[in-house]
């Protein structure tokens, strides 16, 4: 049906008819091509920063290089300079804030025990002195359901939540049942529980980690002293 | 002051002498979209308000898990689907200027879609599915149904254009013949049994997931648009040569961007960065389509005031612009970061599945009905559903925005999850707010269908078709 092709005022010729809609072929807008410019510019740019230059990280790149930037591997953890963060109130009271966002959901307001294990008997699954504890948060038991914090925390923040455990240890607050190896790092030395890597940081005498140990249980006898000894060899 | 919903509105004068075995066929595609809309985002509503109240009962087949695939699917292939291919019989056969090739194939296609979706339902509520692939939960027998009534209407569609009378194939026709093929091709690939599980049940996932809504819903609805705007304003199109570019960037754009519902995730990293370029190249498509109707529309300011279907379509077409600009940005990396996982992406979902597709399926369905079946609906009605519809959807989306937002930022801040949680509570009573006030116009909606089905007397008066009448 080829209906006569008029002149339509506002826009211009037109140039097809169907079913009584006119169709007019007015140029592309010069503004719209600014579109196509800048989807363009903005496509090589961004392949370029993250395919050939590799400006852009990976998820795999950027998560080592948060897992570099948290600093200090669980390796070269210093047990001394745990042992002074266990006897310094400014971090386990900076610890204490940590547990409570983070940790209280698994493990109980008092450290109780939740999903996770109560903290403050003397058995651990994963070992009690203080590198361990470190090592344990830091590393996480992802297939058990505790997640690793290192990378989320950081360092510090890990040291200070270790600080704030260390200081439970042994209070014995009343919640889950303890669970794991008795560990008794205080005085009696020989602590039974102790893995590796504790023993090879202690290199020759008690290490300092388990010094420490010994002076919080000592230092705060209290309920701890009963357990103690019963879990004693 | 106008008062906007007691200006009356232009009164349907012309009533089109349309054949009327195509007008049963249309009202009867058009009044189950009706019911399915009704159904579907009753559902929606209820785990809307799930979000609020957890507890609200215990009864298995009302469970999250099962409900909301029921929403879902119900409201894409039940009400969309219904709705679009009602009104693309209509367009096809007119703008062809040819009776319709078969009405019976029309009618077995509609039955076919009923079936899949009332069975599929029933098979998600019993717990029944095809694993948690969003939009393709429903297990592949149920499916076949639903792609054999597109495979039907595309057959059906394809011989009445060729069969056309007129010499071009008018824009419309391009979009829905492109939307029903591609999403043949889609409804196969995603059900082929190797891409059930492992890797590629991911990668197929993206790209299923996308072309769903950027194959089906949307070409399919422009194309309606490009019949309804300019025939309902009485204008002509603004630019063939913008409509054309849009189709067509539209078709080798959209294909390559299913990757950016998996950033960060498995899938090659280099495939992530195609999906992320070719999303922002969208903005291309989408400028060059909503300018072209803008323009059209350009000084009708009296026709969206003076009648009640432009209003839907002029929202349909800005929203089609906010949302799609809304997904551009969210498929750039350090923006999705923020947003995947959460409400936000559930905001993009409606702005575009309603604010953009349901409005303009409606701007037709109001535009078309009363002329077909020289019935009208009343105009307070009318104009209820529309701003009931209107301002709940804006509280759906503001308020799902705003939360999303809040939400990415709490887990990027490494917070605890709950926080996030609590966070979120009250976004969610807003997004039930709103909900309510679109679910109260679905009601009206079905309701102002139902006044506009054509009376038994004029079934009569309209026997017989002859010819289409020459443009007036
Ligand atoms: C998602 C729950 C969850 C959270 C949150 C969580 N933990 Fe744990 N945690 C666990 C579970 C479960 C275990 C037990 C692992 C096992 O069985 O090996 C555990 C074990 C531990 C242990 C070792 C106990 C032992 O007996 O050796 C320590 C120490 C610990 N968590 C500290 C923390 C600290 C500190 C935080 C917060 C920074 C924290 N956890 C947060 C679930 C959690
Ligand atoms: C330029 C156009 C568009 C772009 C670039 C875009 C981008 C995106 C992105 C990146 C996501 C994933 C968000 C995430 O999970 O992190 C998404 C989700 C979604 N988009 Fe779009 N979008 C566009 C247009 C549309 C349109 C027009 C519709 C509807 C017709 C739509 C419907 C959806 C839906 C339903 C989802 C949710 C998918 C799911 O269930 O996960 N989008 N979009
Ligand atoms: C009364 C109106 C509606 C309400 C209250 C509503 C509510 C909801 C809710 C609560 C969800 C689940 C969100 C989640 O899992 O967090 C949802 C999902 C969804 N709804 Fe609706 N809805 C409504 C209407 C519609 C309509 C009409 C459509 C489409 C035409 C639609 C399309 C979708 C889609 C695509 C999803 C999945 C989103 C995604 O995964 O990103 N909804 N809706």
């Known amino acids: 049906m080829s209906e006569g092709k008029r002149y339509d005022e506002i826009q211009g010729k037109i140039v097809h008819v169907y079913d009584g809609i006119e169709e007019a072929d007015n140029d592309l807008p010069k503004w719209w091509l600014w579109t196509l410019y800048g989807a363009i510019v903005f496509a090589i740019g961004y392949w370029f920063y993250y395919q050939e230059f590799r400006i852009g990280k990976t998820p795999v790149e950027a998560y080592e290089a948060a897992a570099a930037a948290s600093a200090t591997t669980t390796a070269d953890i210093d047990p001394t300079k745990l042992a002074e963060a266990a006897t310094n109130p400014q971090a386990i009271a900076a610890g204490q804030g940590v547990f409570a ?83 008794s790092g205080d005085a009696a030395g020989g602590a039974p529980a102790e893995d590796t890597a504790a023993g090879a940081d202690a290199g020759s005498g008690p290490s300092a980690a388990d010094t420490n140990a010994a002076d919080t249980n000592a230092a705060a006898p209290g309920p701890a002293s009963p357990a103690t000894p019963t879990n004693a060899p | 002051m106008r008062r906007p919903l007691t200006v009356a509105k232009a009164p349907i004068d012309e009533v089109i002498d349309a054949d009327h075995q195509l007008t049963r066929l249309v009202f009867a595609f058009i009044t189950a979209s009706a019911v399915w809309l009704v159904f579907g985002t009753l559902v929606g509503l209820y785990l809307s308000l799930k979000f609020r109240w ?42 062809s200027r040819q009776r319709l090739h078969s009405y019976k194939l029309g009618w077995i296609s509609l039955a076919l879609i009923q079936i899949s979706v009332v069975a ?66 889609l409804a196969t690939i995603a059900y082929l049994p190797f891409y059930q599980y492992g890797f590629a049940e991911t990668a197929i996932q993206g790209y299923y997931m996308h072309q769903g809504v950027g194959m089906w819903f949307t070409p399919m609805v422009l194309g309606l648009t490009y019949y309804f705007l300019p025939k309902l304003l009485n204008k002509p199109i603004y630019s063939y040569s913008l409509g054309v570019l849009a189709f067509w960037t539209q078709m080798v754009f959209y294909t390559m961007i299913g990757a950016h519902h ?36 350009k000084g009708s300011g009296h026709a969206v005031r003076n009648t009640y279907a432009v209003p839907f379509l002029l929202v349909g077409v800005v929203y089609y612009f906010v949302g799609s600009a809304q997904g551009s940005f969210e498929a750039l990396r350090s923006l999705n970061m923020i947003w995947h996982f959460n409400n936000y992406t559930i905001g993009h979902s409606h702005i575009t599945m309603y604010g953009f597709v349901t409005f303009l399926i409606w701007g037709g369905v109001y535009g078309l009905l009363p002329r077909l079946s020289g019935r009208e609906a009343r105009q307070l009605f009318i104009g209820m559903h529309f701003w009931l519809a209107f301002i709940g959807v804006l509280i759906y989306g503001v308020s799902l925005s705003i939360g999303g937002t809040l939400q990415g930022l709490s887990w990027l801040a490494g917070k605890p999850f709950e926080d996030s949680v609590t966070l979120m509570a009250p976004y969610w009573l807003w997004r039930a707010i709103g909900g309510t006030l679109m679910f109260g116009s679905h009601l009206l909606f079905a309701y102002n269908v139902w006044c506009m089905l054509p009376s038994k007397s004029r079934d009569e008066a309209v026997e017989t078709y002859t010819e289409v009448p020459s443009a007036s």
């Not at chain 1, 070992?127 to 505790?146: L, W």
């Open chain 1, 101 to 183: 966002t983070n940790c209280a959901v698994c493990h109980g307001d008092k450290a109780e025990g939740k999903i996770g294990p109560n903290l403050t008997d003397d058995r651990w699954l994963h070992g009690g002195s203080g590198v361990d504890i470190y090592r344990t948060i830091f590393e996480g038991v992802p297939s058990k359901g505790m997640p690793n914090w290192g990378p989320t925390l950081g360092a510090k923040s890990v040291e200070d939540v270790t600080a704030y455990v260390m200081s439970l240890r042994g209070t014995n607050v009343p919640g889950k049942p303890p669970e794991g190896e008795p560990w």
């Open chain 2, 54 to 95: 957890p507890e609200i009962d215990h009864v298995p087949w009302l469970t999250f898990g099962r409900l909301r695939p029921i929403h879902t699917n119900t409201v894409f292939w039940g009400f969309a689907s219904n709705g679009m291919i009602g009104l693309a019989y209509y367009v096809v056969a007119r703008t």
């Open chain 2, 120 to 185: 599929g339902d029933i098979c998600l509520a019993a717990g029944i599915n095809n694993g948690a692939q969003e939009y393709r939960e429903y297990i592949w027998p149920v499916m076949a149904l639903f792609a054999g009534a597109l495979v039907l209407t595309c057959y059906n569609f394809y011989w009445t254009i060729s069969n056309r009378t007129t010499k071009e194939i008018y824009i419309s026709n391009w979009y829905i013949m492109g939307a029903l093929l591609w999403t043949i091709s």
């Open chain 2, 262 to 297: 998996f950033l960060y995730s498995p899938l090659p990293w280099w495939l992530q960065t195609v999906a992320i370029l070719f999303s922002i190249g969208m903005l291309v498509t989408v400028v060059a389509g909503t300018a072209n109707f803008l323009l059209t529309m």
